[in-house]
C-alpha cells in the first residue's frame, strides 16, 4: 500500500460578512469535509458549481481570504499543517493548477512567469532547462516561451498552468476544475496529463463538477452536497447506482444520459438545516433524520453520512 499524504478531517470553512453597516453575519460554505489521499492515487471531489469545493484547495494551500474562518485538521505526510507549514509546501512539495487562466500575469512572458525570480544567470539557466523539459512533456514548443497569456488558445494555457505547477516536481498536485471550457481533445489530454501524474507517484486531488471528467480519472471520488461530503466511494462502483450508498449519489449517476436522465425533485438547501442535509429529498427519510446528523462512517470499504448505514452497522455488532 501507498503512504498517505495528505488527510482533511472535519474541514469547515465559513466568512464573515458585515451587513447595514456594523451587523456582522457569518455564512458557512464548507460544514464538515472529510478526506485522505495517497501516494498515486487521485480523489476527486464532485459536487455542483458554486459550491464551495475550490474552498478546500484553498484551505489546503493557505490562501483563503482574510475574512475566512477555518477549522478542522489538515494533515500532509502524517504533520498537521499549520500556516507557516503551508507557505513552506506551496509551490513546492504542494503545488495548486488553478481553476482560472487569469492566475496568469498579462504583462509577463510565459517562461518568466514559470520559472520565477532568478539570482543569477547560473540559476536562470538551470532554471530555463527544467522548464523547457516539462513544457516539452506537455506539447508546449519554444514559441509558447516567448509569448503573453492573451496569445495562447484555452487548450494552451491549460497546459502551461499544469506544467507551471510540476517544475518543483510536487508530491501533491491539486488540480481546481482544470477541464471547463476545453474542446474534447485537450480535456481527454489533461485526463491523460492527470494519470500520469498518478503514474509517477504524485497524489492528486481533482476538484470538478463534471460527473465524466471524475468517473475517468480518479480512483476515488468523494461526493461533496450542500457543504458536506456525504459518500467517498472506489470508481468502479459507480459503474452501476446500486453499488453506491447514499440516495444522491445513486440519483446523481442515475441522471446521466447513458441512465436515461432519471431526473430527482428537489434543490440543496442553502442554509445549514437541523438533522440530515439531504431528509426534504431522501426516500429513505426516518425519524431520526428530522433532528440529528449523520456522521462520516465507513461502510464495507466506502465512506458514507447517512442513518440508514450507521443503523446497519450497529446492527451487525
Known amino acids: 500500500m501507498n503512504d498517505e499524504l495528505l488527510s482533511v478531517s472535519h474541514l469547515s470553512v465559513s466568512f464573515r460578512q458585515y451587513v447595514g453597516g456594523l451587523h456582522q453575519n457569518t455564512i458557512k ?4 469535509l472529510s478526506l485522505t489521499i495517497d501516494e498515486g492515487e487521485i480523489v ?5 458549481s458554486g459550491s464551495g469545493k475550490s474552498l478546500l484547495a484553498h484551505a489546503i494551500l493557505g490562501i483563503l481570504p482574510e475574512n475566512a474562518i477555518c477549522s478542522g485538521i489538515i494533515s ?24 482560472s487562466v487569469n492566475f496568469l500575469d498579462p504583462l509577463m512572458k510565459i517562461y518568466q512567469q514559470a520559472i520565477g525570480e532568478v539570482k543569477d544567470k547560473d540559476e536562470e539557466i538551470a532554471k ?19 509569448m503573453y497569456p492573451f496569445e495562447l488558445s484555452g487548450g494552451m494555457a491549460r497546459k502551461v498552468l499544469l ?7 510536487p508530491k501533491l498536485v491539486v488540480a481546481d476544475e482544470p477541464t471547463p471550457g476545453l474542446d474534447k481533445k485537450s480535456v481527454d489530454e489533461t485526463i491523460n496529463d492527470l494519470k500520469q501524474m498518478s503514474m509517477e507517484g504524485k497524489g ?18 468523494a461526493i461533496f452536497y450542500s457543504g458536506y461530503v456525504i459518500e467517498i466511494n472506489s470508481v468502479e462502483n459507480f459503474s452501476d447506482s446500486s453499488l453506491l450508498l447514499h440516495p444522491y ?18 434543490v440543496q438547501p442553502l442554509v ?17 433524520c428530522e433532528n440529528i446528523r449523520p456522521e462520516l462512517v465507513e461502510y464495507k470499504g466506502a465512506m458514507i453520512r447517512c442513518h440508514m448505514y450507521n443503523k446497519e452497522e450497529s446492527d451487525e455488532t
Open 29 to 32: 460554505t464548507i460544514s464538515d
Open 44 to 48: 476527486a471531489v464532485l459536487g455542483s
Open 76 to 99: 500532509y505526510k502524517g504533520n498537521i499543517l499549520d500556516e507557516d507549514a503551508k507557505e513552506q509546501l506551496r509551490g513546492n512539495e504542494i503545488c495548486l493548477i488553478p481553476q
Open 128 to 146: 530555463r532547462k527544467n522548464q523547457r523539459r516539462i513544457f516539452d512533456k506537455y506539447g508546449l514548443d519554444e514559441s509558447v516561451d516567448e
Open 163 to 169: 506544467s507551471t505547477a510540476l517544475l518543483s516536481n
Open 204 to 221: 492528486v486531488l481533482l476538484i470538478t463538477h463534471e460527473i465524466d471528467v471524475a468517473l475517468r480519472t480518479a480512483h476515488r471520488i
Open 249 to 266: 449519489t445513486k440519483a446523481l449517476i442515475d441522471a446521466l444520459p447513458r441512465n436515461g436522465f432519471k431526473l430527482t425533485e428537489g
Open 272 to 288: 445549514d438545516i437541523k438533522g440530515c442535509i439531504y431528509k426534504e429529498n431522501c426516500p429513505h427519510k426516518m425519524d431520526i
